[in-house]
C-alpha cells in the first residue's frame, strides 16, 4: 500500500492554470491517466519494413480521473462545488453553511488536482492535472457503509515532478468524521403526505452533459474549457422492503406521479450536516419481487426532473464550522452575508 499517496484539488482562477494550492481529500483509487494519440504517416516508400520511428508525432490529449471518496462533515465543500453548477455561503457565527444547486448555465470553476504517487524506493512523484472540469458525479448511502461521494474530472493537461519544493501545499480539516448509513434519513412526499420506505440502500447520479473536446487548430493540442452541450441527466435509485406503505411509491410509479425526495446527513463533528432536495422524482420503474429466502423486495429507480417552479432540480445544503483562515475554496455565485 502507498501510505504516502495522497490527492487535492485547488481552485483555478484560470482555466489550465494551476492553483496554488490544493485541498486534501482521502481518495479510495488512483483513476488519473493521461491520453495520448500518435499521429502517423505511411506511404510508398522503398525499403520500408514497418511505420518509421520520425513518422509519427504525439499528441497531448488531456484525460481523465475520479475522486472517491467518503462523504466527510467537514471538507467537503470544494469537492461539492466541483459537481455542482451553482454554490453560495452564508457565515453565521462559528457556522457556514453552503448551498449547492443545479442550474441552467454552469458556473463551476475549473481545478488543479494533484496526485503524488510514491516509487517503491519511497521517491514522491507529483503529477499535477490542470484545467479539471467535473463531467459526472455520484452520491451513494448503503446500509453497513459509509456514505461516499465520487466526482468524475477531464483534465486538459498533466506534468510531474520529484521536486518537493514543486509540489503544491495540501491543506486537511483539523477533525472530520464520515458520514454513514446509521445517521442517513429519506423522506418521500407523494401528493403533500409522506411515505415510509424502509430503503436499505440509496444512490444517485448525475451527467452533466459537458463537452470535452474542444480542440481547434490554433498551434496547440490543448483543449479549450469544456461547456455543457447537452442537457444533463440525474438519476438515482431506492432500494428497500416492501410495505403496505411503500406500496403507495410503486402506485406512483404507474400512475406517472412526480414525487418529492429529502436526504438528511447528520454529522458526528458537532454542528455539521448534510440535506439533498429533489423536489420532482418520478420513478421510472420497478415491481417489486418475491423470493424463497427472504422479504420481498421493491427497488425503486427513479429519474431526477426540472421542478418547473423555479426551485433547482437538485439543492444540496452542507454545513460545517466556519474555516479559522479565509478558505482557499472561493463560491461560484456571491456569498450571502451572514
Known amino acids: 500500500m502507498a501510505l504516502d499517496a495522497a490527492i487535492g ?12 494550492s490544493t485541498i486534501g481529500y482521502e481518495g479510495k483509487a ?30 497531448q490529449m488531456g484525460g481523465e480521473g475520479e475522486l472517491e471518496v467518503d462523504l466527510l462533515d467537514v471538507g467537503a465543500a470544494a469537492l461539492l462545488s466541483a459537481a455542482f ?28 488536482a494533484q496526485m503524488i504517487r510514491p516509487t517503491v524506493e519511497g521517491t514522491e512523484v507529483a503529477y499535477r492535472h490542470v484545467g479539471c472540469v467535473a463531467t459526472e458525479w455520484e452520491l451513494t448511502a448503503e446500509t453497513e457503509s459509509a456514505v461516499t461521494l465520487n466526482v468524475s474530472f477531464d483534465f486538459q493537461d498533466v506534468s510531474h515532478s520529484t521536486a518537493p519544493a514543486e509540489a503544491l501545499p495540501i491543506d486537511y480539516p483539523a477533525d472530520a468524521r464520515p458520514y454513514d448509513w446509521s445517521r442517513t434519513a429519506l423522506t418521500l ?12 440502500k440509496f444512490s444517485m447520479t448525475g451527467d452533466l452533459g459537458m463537452k470535452t473536446d474542444r480542440r481547434f487548430l490554433r498551434g496547440t493540442a490543448l483543449k ?16 428497500g422492503e416492501f410495505t403496505g406503505e411503500s406500496l403507495k411509491l410503486y402506485e406512483a410509479f404507474v400512475a406517472g406521479e412526480v414525487v418529492s425526495l429529502r436526504v438528511d446527513l447528520t454529522g ?55 474555516p479559522a483562515a479565509p478558505a482557499q475554496l472561493k463560491a461560484t455565485g456571491t456569498p450571502d452575508k451572514g
Open 9 to 20: 484539488i485547488g481552485e483555478e482562477a484560470t482555466y489550465g492554470t494551476p492553483a496554488e
Open 30 to 59: 488512483d483513476s488519473w491517466k493521461v491520453a495520448k494519440e500518435f499521429i502517423e504517416s505511411v506511404g510508398f516508400r522503398r525499403g520500408m519494413q514497418t511505420a518509421r520511428a520520425d513518422r509519427r508525432n504525439i499528441i
Open 85 to 112: 453548477d451553482k454554490h453560495t455561503f452564508t457565515d453565521t457565527g462559528n457556522t457556514r453553511v453552503h448551498t449547492f444547486e443545479t442550474a441552467t448555465v454552469s458556473g463551476a470553476p475549473s481545478w488543479t
Open 189 to 200: 412526499t407523494r401528493g403533500g403526505s409522506a411515505v415510509a420506505l424502509d430503503a436499505s
Open 224 to 239: 479549450k474549457k469544456p461547456v455543457r452541450a447537452a442537457v444533463p441527466t440525474y438519476e438515482g435509485e431506492l432500494e
Open 268 to 322: 458526528l463533528t458537532p454542528g455539521t450536516s448534510f440535506r439533498v432536495d429533489a423536489p420532482a422524482i418520478q420513478f421510472t420503474g420497478e415491481s417489486p419481487e418475491a423470493s424463497t429466502d427472504d422479504v420481498t423486495v421493491h427497488t425503486l429507480p427513479f429519474r431526477v426532473l426540472d421542478p418547473g417552479t423555479g426551485e433547482a432540480a437538485i439543492k444540496a445544503t452542507y454545513t460545517e464550522p466556519k
